[in-house]
């Protein structure tokens, strides 16, 4: 069944699996993180910081979108994805810094910016590729496996924040940003069209390998 779906959709869940899973290492223990590592912190710190993070995903969404719909091709989309993977790295790398409250809020906007550019980006690349039999099995392969991949992750980060500390979760969610656009920065042929030059090369081929036959067949 795994080798009927679209090389591109593979690429695409494999992506995103990295990306949730490193962050998945840092939701059972984020509260926690602010509570003791930030001076002066309290529960509404908490939920400060888990609405900057909000407000600034939702406004970043739809200007974001409209841009990428004004140009033609996957190009934009394909860049503003990596752009968007390496900045929710740094901003994973940003918050295991952040010593204030002020800092973090600020963190915060950039990871919610990250992150709601990476979700209007990746669905529009990842719709276009989709296997046109099997669209809800290619969403359910995508939510199903980073559904169990944070589950896993979950008890891995707080495992591993309880005995070496909050600071190496944290880069580990950094490392599966960074390595999340690292997959994508090694296909892109099989998303961004050819040029001009790559066709006529393609076709140059095709004439040599024509005339080879030619050749061996009056031989």
Known sequence: MLDKINRVVKYMVL????LFVGWGFI???????ILEKIEGATLVTVGIASAVYWVARAVVQPFVAKILDKRKGEKDDY????????????????????????????????????????SVAWPAIFTRHMDKKGVAFDWSLDSGGIGLSVAVASIVGAKLAEALGFE????????????????LLAIPRLILPRTVGDRSGV?????????????????
């Open 168 to 183: 190496i979760v944290f880069v580990l969610a950094g490392i599966g940003s960074i390595t999340s656009a690292l997959v």
């Open 79 to 118: 860049f503003t994805l990596i752009g968007s993977l390496i900045c929710a790295g740094l901003a994973a790398l940003g918050i295991a810094l952040v010593k204030t409250d002020t800092v973090l809020y600020a963190v915060q906007v950039f990871h919610g910016a990250a992150f709601g550019v990476y």
């Open 15 to 18: 992506s995103d699996l990295l």
């Open 27 to 33: 939701s059972p223990i984020f509260s926690i993180f």
């Open 203 to 219: 076709h140059e081929a095709r004439v040599r390998h024509k005339h080879k036959s030619r050749n061996a067949i009056g031989a």
